[in-house]
């Protein structure tokens, strides 16, 4: 019947726009990992491009777009490029799909940077397939001790598989330069500050106005190889 039809050609339509959203999230980490992590392996490449956006002292959703003019350009360039291809055929990406990845993408990317460490943050849902914010959070903490690892933005694999990783428990007890950090294993309590920064008196939280806070440069070699 034509009932029966338009149900099975909208399941068809669901599925295909399924697919096409988790293949498009798929290949923008995986693209954007080795641009990220070029970014970090040059010096001069970090320094020009990316540094603007290690500039916060710890991070908060605005960190996502706090970035140079062609750092975000590059992201949104990936993005562009991914946009056009779908197993159907290139530039056949259903509109649905396209929307639902810039949805999606900005949604995975502020929760990164959120440093939400909660029971329904991505890397606690899916701790086998997700970095989210606990991995990216380390990521940004420079201080004695850190290691330039986590290039991946949202999935694990590649960093795990080339060895770019800590323990989750170090992740949870990065905590940099600063007397009064408490030992605790919840990212809200946890408190990131740069090494350059131990002589300021400040204390923050999970809850304070980070983006309003001044940026600092430290040119202490984050854009070095590990």
């Known amino acids: ?24 999230i798929v290949l923008y980490d995986f693209v954007f990992f080795w641009i990220h992590l070029a970014m970090h392996r040059n010096r001069a490449l970090f320094w020009l491009v990316h540094a603007r956006h290690h500039t916060h002292r710890w991070l908060s959703p605005g960190s996502t777009v706090v970035h140079s003019l062609v750092d975000g350009g590059l992201q949104v360039a990936v993005n562009m490029v991914v946009q056009q291809l779908s197993p159907w055929g290139v530039g056949a990406k259903l509109s649905a799909s396209r929307l639902l990845h810039n949805v999606v993408v900005t949604f995975m990317l502020v929760e990164a940077h959120s440093e939400f460490d909660c029971a329904f943050s991505l890397h606690n849902l899916a ?93 202490s070699g984050w854009g070095e190889k590990a």
């Not at 949202?154 to 170090?170: I, M, N, Q, R």
């Open 127 to 219: 701790p086998s397939v997700f970095g989210g914010s606990l991995r990216h959070r380390y990521h940004h903490a420079r201080g004695k001790g850190t290691k330039p690892v986590f290039f991946q933005q949202f999935f694990k694999y590649l960093d795990d598989f080339f060895g770019f990783t800590v323990s989750d428990a170090e992740c949870r007890r990065a905590c940099f330069s600063h007397p009064r950090c408490p030992p605790s294993s919840r990212a809200r309590q946890i408190e990131i500050v740069r090494s350059s920064s131990s002589s300021s008196s400040f204390s923050p939280s999970f809850s304070s106005h980070h983006h309003h806070l001044p940026h600092h440069h430290d040119k």
């Open 1 to 24: 019947s034509a009932s029966s039809a338009s149900s099975a050609s909208s399941a068809a339509s669901a599925a295909r726009g399924l697919a096409e959203l988790g293949i498009g």
